[in-house]
């Protein structure tokens, strides 16, 4: 990420914040992974949708859309040959998953934020490798879009977009190839066919494979975007099928304000409504309290990009589009000039913006790159890594790795396990190392306490040994079973002399995670 050079100092414990939010923001984000509740599918009933725009459907714009009302956003078409590439890389500084291509550009951007809503557009005519797409970015987003309509030469020559129109089986394989191969929904979007019965046994096909919503744009291929849409085919459609019909096309007839996006959504009879172009010339069309200034738009727009490190050729042709007539005012010129962010920034006086915003990003880039070098000191070829965490959810009351180590060391004769934690300065986490049989083992992933570290370490030491960690999925538990029994004796010992009971309560605390955050808190004194 290119990004300017400050006074680092001034700026870092504003980074240092940033930092440490990003830290528990992750955290979050990885205990509602580790939780069993499952978010519910993405429902495309009475929903408003950003529609997908190459160019104009990327991050900025997609957060932009969801602030001023949308419910759901498609991101712009993009090919799977293109998508099968890349990596998927967590952006740590950005917060944000990219997918990187070969040569380092990044192709989709994605964050948090959009997770349950962001649909993802692609254009394949190959059904494996759409599969192989989808399940890529599967994880980070609500669903899955395949394009079924775009007219475009680029698309159509390799049999994508519009072309898979006059394949259904082609269309028919991709899709239950889909619906099948992944857990989120998945969707199509196309245009009309020349005749409305054929049209209707199309989508009646595409029904049949099981796709949560198919979106309509009520147009011809041959159509041009200002030729008239056929509501009257839309409603056609979406009284044949039970699946939601999402209209499309209404931008130009029909939507210049958000309540007309009603009157569309009832002309075409539809579940749903998708808005393109009236969402890129002013993504406040989902505003229910009516448009914003284009200015106050294009400014909260600006936001977006310098906070997400948007390419500033694809900010330009945003705002270009958005700005549309006036492109020949002073305005309009500078921002045709502008051969940067900083410079589109200051076309639209958000140079301190600029300054502040990159300041912070770039003192979190450096924050991040310090605590990596503090990762790289420990790097110690003698030590046993894995990336592990400890999450209490897993185990059985009082139950722990520590325990289960402690045990086994004592069976095999061996020392009891030496832990050694350190605390990095910087975002005060913790890792920790054990030393089992004269070798260390810990895990790469740092802790919010000395406790989790120490559970880490222990949980590697197992693993590379093949030992029971004591999981409630491992089965016949026999700590558990072991500490059963030595309750139950020492219930009968009950009525004896002191002495027995101080011994049983002895025993018991082998087996009790320890209150204290001694690293031997688990080892008989
Ligand atoms: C700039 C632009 C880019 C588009 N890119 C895509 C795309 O990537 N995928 C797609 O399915 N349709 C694409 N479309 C078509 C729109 O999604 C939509 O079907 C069409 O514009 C009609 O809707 P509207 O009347 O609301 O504009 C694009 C349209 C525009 C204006």
Redesign the pocket.
């Known amino acids: 990420m290119a990004v300017r050079k400050g006074n680092l100092d001034s700026i870092c414990p504003l980074a240092e914040r940033m930092f440490l939010s990003f830290v528990s923001l992750s955290v979050s984000e990885h205990t509602t992974k580790g939780m069993t509740v499952n978010t519910p599918a993405l429902c495309f009933r009475s929903k408003k949708i950003l529609?997908?725009?190459?160019?104009?459907?990327t991050l900025p714009m997609r957060l932009l859309a969801l602030d001023f009302g949308a419910d759901i956003v498609?991101c712009?078409?993009l090919i799977d040959i293109k998508m099968v590439q890349c990596k998927r890389v967590v952006n740590e500084v950005l917060e944000t998953v990219d997918f990187v291509a070969p040569n380092e550009r990044v192709v989709f951007r994605t964050c948090v934020r959009e997770k349950d809503c962001v649909v993802f557009?692609m254009?394949s005519a190959d059904a494996e490798r759409a599969l192989a797409v989808a399940k890529l970015v599967e994880n980070d987003v609500a669903g899955i879009?395949v394009?079924m309509?775009?007219p475009k030469e680029y698309s159509t020559k390799g049999g994508m977009?519009a072309a898979l129109l006059s394949d259904p089986d082609k269309i028919e394989c991709i899709l239950s190839t889909l619906v099948k191969g992944i857990c989120k929904p998945v969707t199509c979007?196309i245009r009309i066919l020349p005749s409305l019965e054929d049209t209707i046994s199309l989508v009646k096909r595409i029904e049949k494979t099981g796709v949560a919503a198919i979106?309509v744009?009520g147009?011809k291929k041959e159509e041009r975007?200002q030729h008239p849409?056929h509501c009257e085919v839309i409603k056609a459609i979406s009284e044949a099928v039970s699946v939601p019909v999402i209209a499309?096309?209404?931008?130009?007839d029909f939507?210049k304000e958000y309540t007309d996006i009603e009157a569309f959504q009832q002309a075409a009879g539809a579940s749903s409504v998708?808005?393109?172009?009236?969402?890129?010339w002013n993504p406040s069309i989902f505003r229910r309290e009516g448009l914003c200034s284009l200015k106050e738009v294009m400014q909260e727009y600006i936001k977006y990009a310098v906070r997400y490190d948007n390419h500033y050729t694809n900010t330009k042709y945003c705002l270009c589009?958005m700005l549309r007539e006036q492109l020949e005012t002073t305005e309009g010129k500078k921002l045709h000039a502008a051969q940067s962010t900083q410079e589109i920034c200051e076309v639209f006086e958000m140079g301190s913006f600029y300054e502040e915003t990159t300041a912070i990003l770039e003192a979190k880039a450096s924050l991040k790159a310090k605590t990596q070098d503090e990762d790289e000191q420990m790097e110690d070829t003698d030590v046993i890594k894995m990336a592990v965490r400890f999450d209490k959810r897993e185990y059985p009351p009082q139950i722990t790795p520590k325990m289960y180590l402690l045990e086994w060391c004592r069976k095999a004769k061996h020392p009891q396990p030496v832990y050694e934690t350190v605390q990095r300065p910087l975002d005060k986490l913790f890792c920790s190392v054990v030393t089992v049989a004269e070798q260390k083992y810990r895990s790469t992933l740092w802790d919010k306490s000395k406790k989790l570290a120490e559970q880490a370490a222990a949980i590697v030491c197992l693993r590379t040994l093949g030992l029971p960690e004591g999981k409630l999925n491992e089965g016949e538990n026999h700590l558990i079973n072991k500490r059963k029994r030595e309750n139950e004796e020492f219930l009968n010992n009950k009525e004896h002399e002191d002495d027995h009971l101080v011994e049983a309560s002895h025993k018991r605390a082998h087996f009790t995670e320890g209150a204290s955050d001694s690293s031997s808190s688990e080892v008989p004194q």
């Open positions: 529609a997908p725009m190459v160019r104009v459907g498609y712009e078409e557009q254009g879009d394009n309509g775009c977009g979007k979106a744009h147009r975007p849409v499309n096309g209404g931008s130009h939507i998708m808005i393109a172009r009236a969402a890129m589009q």
